[in-house]
């Protein structure tokens, strides 16, 4: 599986940004698709995850009720609607592939692409 996000940038607070990842599957496609991010001097940190179908979805309880995850398996494409932006959401944002959908935060995935970085000021 291979990643390929898009989409960061500098911004606002307040502001909103969409993130993209594409994802190039080998034989299966059926992967739980997710966000992490890690500030300077940060652990890495889970931000959000969504289920094979995007039906169901994960979120980081600092970033619930202003992210949103979603994904179109037709374009093998997930998105991470960020709204509402402060400035501790600054980071490089990866995207990354898991075989099985936990329900819940994870603490890794299985595969994982090139991160992007999001700068959002005071």
């Excluded at 034989?27 to 698709?33: I, M, R, S, T």
Aim: glycine share 10%; net charge negative.
């Amino acid at each position: 599986v291979q990643l390929q996000a898009s989409g960061g940038g500098s911004a606002q607070a307040g502001d909103s940004l969409r993130l993209s990842c594409v994802a190039s599957y080998g034989k299966y496609d059926n992967y739980a698709l997710g966000w992490f991010r890690q500030a300077p001097g940060k652990e890495r940190e889970f931000v959000a995850a969504t289920s094979w179908s995007g039906t169901s979805a994960a979120y980081a309880d600092s970033v619930k009720g202003r992210f949103s995850i979603s994904r179109d398996n037709s374009k093998n494409t997930v998105y991470l609607q960020m709204n509402n932006l402060k400035p501790e959401d600054t980071a490089v944002y990866y995207c990354a592939a898991d075989h099985l959908w936990y329900g819940g935060p994870y603490d890794d995935m299985d595969y994982w692409g090139q991160g992007t970085q999001v700068t959002v000021s005071s």
